[in-house]
């Protein structure tokens, strides 16, 4: 009997004890010219010294056909830094592009449908994925994960924070009470707002 009893408590135990996972989410409307075309679906998990992000973008409307785009991501961090981050984008449920993050050593490697595209210098330790839960105050810039690359983050007014891409397009970010609400993105061809459910 006591036998019996050590193997459940060996086997129990890693259950037993591992640190409950916490779980926020954030769901956004996605408006273009006051009509809604799209939701955001973002979460942050949290167990221990871990934080994993994930990310669904789906927008939905007609040109001269309808047409479907999806983004999906997955953000790990471990103590504060970042490890692997993979974002692929679907059109009409077709990839058409598949990035990764990989964290080697202290350096990081980006990668586009499969091929090394460049080397970053780490540790990276704020990406553009954790804005949707964590308010900028302090930071200048956060990691792409799409494109890989750092974006200039700017303090407009409190709690307005301007994230500039490599290519000069600015998007605003609102938040109230360190709580993310309203996004305003300059897609190139053109603006669309998000708002927080």
């Known amino acids: 009997m006591a036998s019996l009893l050590i193997i459940l408590w060996h ?16 769901t956004f409307d996605i408006l273009y010219h006051d009509r809604v075309i799209g939701e955001l679906v973002s979460s942050r998990e949290r167990t221990g010294n871990q934080e ?27 103590d504060g ?35 090394l595209k460049r080397t970053l210098q780490g540790p990276i330790t704020f990406s553009a994925q954790q804005m949707y839960f964590k308010e900028p105050a302090g930071i200048s810039s956060a990691y792409s994960e799409e494109a890989g690359v750092f974006h200039t983050i700017k ?17 605003y970010f609102y938040y ?17 707002v998000m708002i927080r459910k």
Request: glycine letters at 6%; zero cysteines; charged letters at 25%.
């Open 81 to 115: 830094i970042l490890q692997e981050a993979t974002v692929t984008s679907l059109f009409n449920g077709d990839v058409y592009d598949n990035v990764k993050t990989q964290k080697v050593g202290n350096d990081y490697q980006f990668y586009k449908d499969g091929k």
């Open 52 to 78: 994993i992000y994930r990310n669904t973008t789906t927008i939905r409307t007609r040109v001269f056909t309808q047409i479907e785009v999806q983004y999906q991501s997955r953000v790990v961090y471990q």
């Open 155 to 171: 303090a407009d007014d409190k709690a307005k924070y301007s994230k500039i891409n490599s290519r000069g397009r600015t998007n």
């Open 11 to 26: 086997w129990l135990t890693p259950f037993s004890f591992s640190p409950a996972a916490s779980v926020e989410s954030a």
């Open 176 to 192: 109230e009470n360190q709580y993310l609400k309203k996004i305003e993105l300059d897609g190139g061809l053109f603006e669309v």
